[in-house]
């Protein structure tokens, strides 16, 4: 998990925080700075206690947002995506799959996370595949396929936009 500036600044972060009122607001960055501060200095047990500060902002997270109505449906919606965002996955499906209009849930999903359907498959396809070329021997093409994309050439260009970078200069980087 990487929390940088542009983590914390993100529209999806934000749109999640403007539920919070004051108090849980400021608890949550007082969680992200005592975050920031396990994983500079390192000390003993930091590893755990890294795991149980993330643990902790994700339920708050959660709680939050499951105390909104429509979340409900966010929640499980998000979750759904996660588990399968490799797959050919559309808002269409997933609308018929969660008994809903797709329009409905098209602005429900950008209403709640401040950004489209497609835009956060999106996303999460090109972390996913910036983590894999980081970390695998997977081929780019392979990477390509694993992360959900269909076409290497639309992969790197869509890569190439978001990093900057080509998938191949970033490993060799």
Do not use: W
Not at 41 to 69: A, W
């Amino acid at each position: 998990v990487e929390f940088n500036n542009s983590f914390l600044e993100s529209q999806l972060l934000q749109s999640v925080i403007s539920h919070f009122n004051e108090e849980e607001t400021e608890e949550l960055i007082l969680l992200f700075q005592m975050l920031e501060k396990e994983c500079n200095e390192k000390k003993r047990y930091h590893n755990d206690i890294i795991q149980l500060l993330l643990k902790q902002i994700y339920f708050m997270l959660l709680r939050n947002t499951c105390s909104h109505s429509q979340s409900n449906h966010i929640g499980k919606i998000i979750n759904t995506i996660h588990c399968r965002f490799r797959e050919k996955l559309t808002l269409e499906k997933l609308a018929k799959e969660c008994n809903l209009n797709t329009n409905y849930l098209g602005c429900l999903f950008k209403n709640n996370m401040g950004i489209s359907f497609n835009e956060y498959v999106l996303d999460l396809r090109l972390k996913y595949a910036y983590s894999l070329i980081l970390s695998s021997n997977f081929t780019i093409n392979e990477v390509c396929y694993e992360s959900g994309f269909s076409s290497p050439s639309y992969f790197t260009k869509l890569f190439y936009k978001r990093f900057g970078k080509t998938p191949a200069q970033i490993r060799k980087s």
